[in-house]
């Protein structure tokens, strides 16, 4: 395996950073995690885009322009020659001294690694998650946006040890105000009525791609759908509830807090979009190796 790292591709046992990088030291960064599927990388722009934006709210200047971040995305894939898999993408506030103080660190590191990833076993797919409440609520707005994907997932860490201490496969994450915004890694989207709805990125969900997504294939079948301020009574008293991210793809939920979702198996519309899914990224996306 062969890892960018500030230009240069090192083996996998030489890719090391500095002890005094910040990501390290304060979680001074931001990341993208994006597929790419049969020699395309799937939403390459809608990432790239995504990791701008949380450099630029952060004050991270990432030292490269967006076109050389994408030839080192698909360069790294090549190098690994693979068709199928997973990118991480972190940039940090690089090599500095102790001390908090971001303006000593020089320059960004900027980290390609192109691997695989398995976020829930593949019987989950079928038979849908169980999902329970974390009491670790989503980082607030006025601390750190929680637009920003930032290596500062600790917040999110803490609900997953949550949800795995009561044996569900997911947490659901509630904002401050108790409204629900997503879930550890993964946006969550309901079905009632032939509706679909999911929270809006103001409750302190994550703009997803993945979400943005759903958007367009429910757009293209005419499926109406909506961002109301949601609770956990929408969700009790779903149809269909449904989780979205890079890594979980689309994956059915059909318990949260142990009751049923609507008749507690993956429901029609949920098979109907996964389906359409697969099809989008068996299809779309930047060529690797043309
Ligand atoms: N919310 C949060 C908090 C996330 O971290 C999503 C929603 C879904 O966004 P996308 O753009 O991926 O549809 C994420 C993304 C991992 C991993 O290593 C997590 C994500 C993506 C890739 C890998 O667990 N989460």
New binding site residues.
Partial sequence: MKIFIDGEFYDKANAKISVFDHGLLYGDGVFE?IRFYGGRVFRLKEHIDRLYDSARAICLDVGMDKEAMTKAVLETIRINQLQDGYVRLVVTRGDGDLGLNPMLCPRATVIVIASK?T?YPQEKYEKGLDVVTCSTRRIPHGALSPMV?SLNYLN?VLAKIEAQQAGAGEGLMLNEQGYVS?C????IFVVKNGVISTPPVSSG??A????AVVFEMAAEAGIPIHEPLMTRYDIYTADECFL????AEIIPAVRLDTRPIGSGEPGPLTRRLIARFRELTASEGESIYT
């Fill in positions: 995690g990833i976020l994907k999110n997503e550890t890694g993964d946006n969900a994550l997803g791609v993945t979400r979205t991210g890079t890594a």
